[in-house]
């Protein structure tokens, strides 16, 4: 079964304010990173997890071991951002 970073969630008692992720900078620095847009209504994800806002893409190492939710416009955007921010962690 692939992985899915915006899996459906439980509504019996209303929608959950985002995903638990790990933390961005934790990325290992060289997993190979996958990303997805959120989807949705624009408030919602795909799977019902509330946002407030469409501006959330899940990045991602093989098999989701590792999963990040973060603010960017595009897969291509958050990808760019986990790099950017391991570097600079790095530093």
């Known amino acids: 079964m692939a992985f899915d970073p915006?899996?459906?969630v439980s509504g019996k008692y209303g929608a959950p304010?985002?995903?638990h992720g790990a933390d961005a900078s934790t990325w290992n620095?060289?997993?190979?990173?996958y990303a997805r847009h959120c989807g949705?209504?624009?408030s919602y994800d795909?799977?019902?997890a509330?946002?407030?806002h469409s501006k959330v893409c899940a990045v991602?190492?093989?098999g989701g071991e590792w999963c990040t939710y973060v603010e960017a416009h595009t897969p291509e955007?958050?990808?760019?951002?986990?790099?950017k921010l391991h570097t600079d962690t790095d530093a």
């Open 6 to 8: 915006f899996a459906k």
């Open 17 to 19: 304010m985002g995903r």
């Open 29 to 33: 620095g060289f997993s190979p990173l």
């Open 40 to 42: 949705g209504d624009g």
């Open 46 to 48: 795909r799977g019902g």
């Open 50 to 52: 509330y946002w407030g």
């Open 60 to 62: 991602w190492t093989r």
């Open 77 to 83: 955007a958050a990808i760019a951002f986990v790099k």
